[in-house]
């Protein structure tokens, strides 16, 4: 009997394996589009934008994966829009050895409010690669108070897109933000470096708004305003390992601009460095009526290095001084850890907690808190706040 019953599954076996082996192999061929055979000039002259364009309506077209190469050189590209409504490949990937370059003439690429739009794409990738907006002549514009300044160019923004992943990107001299993603989901950001001059006004290094399961791993960011900025509508974001300095620092906000506004919820950040920045870890709302809210928030591991407030709520954010609204602010914020933090700060109050009176701050908790001042204590400052302290939390809490 058991002798049969092998013979029998030796037969099923060896008729299985037959079937899989007459089956037809399916192609997974990648198509690549070098944006030279496009019209692309790497010399920094000429105006290489139609190149890039015509090589991603070739990599839309094509059913199967895409590669737009860009080799080594520099590329004169003014504003360039790449949508993914009629595009068939799901995987196309930007392979970038070359830098793309602005002009000298900040209208330029400053008529368009992005340099680099991606639009409604599912599965794109941007790997490698320098960006050189050429920012500093519109800085200047708008040191100046001229009146004829156009606001300037976002570097790179993705709406509405998903499964998004950018790598080893070089974003330098931004006009106005570096990266925007705004309502897109599973979005990937790695390896990338951010650099502005620490006066260069509103060139936030990657802003975060109406989106969903976002990573931002190992980055440096330098720059005039936020490192990182977090806005209304914000879910499920994952910051780890990020140095930041000069700027801003990392901002949840500013929120409450608007009565009628998404909350940030289900954020992380882990393993982050400030150095010399304005704020460490911020969360920050103007004082006005507001349907939004931040809850389960995790600051975790950072280190401080003459920060001038490494850990700050700011429910009355009026950053100019000028028009700032007189009511308080209807963000609630509630669930916020801070763990595992130490360094130094710049200023006495190393912990301000400035919540509103009209929605105040809880469940805030501090473990683990270590910041110095000089060669003093530092010290805490807190309004209308609700939480609690475990282990060793210096400066002392003061709620």
Not at 264 to 274: E, G, L, R
Not at 294 to 308: A, G, P
Request: proline content about 4%.
């Amino acid at each position: 009997m058991e002798k049969f019953q092998c013979t029998i599954l030796y037969a099923y076996l060896l008729m299985s394996t037959t079937i899989l082996l007459s089956l037809p192999i399916l192609s997974h061929a990648t198509k690549h589009f070098n944006v030279l055979s496009f019209g692309a000039k790497p010399n920094g002259i000429v105006d290489s934008a139609t190149a890039f364009a015509k090589a991603w309506d070739a990599a839309c077209s094509s059913t199967d994966a895409a590669v737009i190469y860009v080799p080594k050189g520099r590329y004169l590209v003014s504003p360039v829009r790449f949508s993914g409504e009629s595009c068939k490949s799901l995987d196309i990937v930007f392979r970038i050895d070359g830098t793309l370059v602005g002009s000298g003439d900040y209208n330029f690429l400053g008529r368009e409010e992005t340099w680099f739009s991606f639009e409604r794409v599912t599965g794109v990738s941007v790997i490698g690669g320098s960006f050189d907006a050429r920012g500093p002549s519109l800085w200047a514009c708008k040191a100046s108070s001229s009146n004829s300044c156009p606001a300037g160019a976002t570097t790179m923004s993705f709406v509405e897109s998903s499964r998004i992943k950018v790598k080893g990107l070089l974003s330098l001299n931004s006009q106005m933000f570096h990266i925007v993603i705004n309502k897109c989901r599973d979005v990937k950001i790695n390896d990338i470096r951010i650099l502005a001059d620490g006066k260069s006004p509103n060139t936030d290094g990657i802003h975060v708004q109406l989106s969903t399961d976002v990573e931002i791993r190992n980055a440096s960011i330098k720059t005039g305003d936020d490192c990182i900025s977090i806005g209304p509508g914000t879910k499920n974001l994952w910051v780890e390992r990020v140095t930041c300095g000069p700027g801003h620092g990392i901002s949840i906000g500013s929120l409450g601009k608007d009565r009628e506004e998404e909350g940030v919820q289900n954020v992380t950040v882990k393993k982050t460095v400030f150095v010399g920045t304005d704020n460490g870890l911020r969360i920050k709302s103007w004082a006005n009526p507001s349907s939004g809210f931040v809850q389960r928030i995790r600051f975790l591991e950072s280190l401080m290095f003459n920060v001038k407030f490494p850990l700050i709520i700011d429910q009355h954010y009026c950053p100019h001084n000028i028009n700032c609204p007189s009511q308080e602010s209807g963000v609630r914020i509630n669930d916020v850890i801070y763990q595992g933090i130490r360094g130094t700060s710049a200023t006495k109050i190393a912990v301000k907690l400035d919540c509103s009176a009209k929605a105040p701050c809880t469940r805030i908790r501090m473990k683990d808190i270590s910041l110095r001042y000089a060669n003093e204590a530092a010290q805490s400052l807190c309004v209308n706040v609700l939480g609690d302290a475990l282990g060793l939390v210096k400066p002392q809490t003061c709620f």
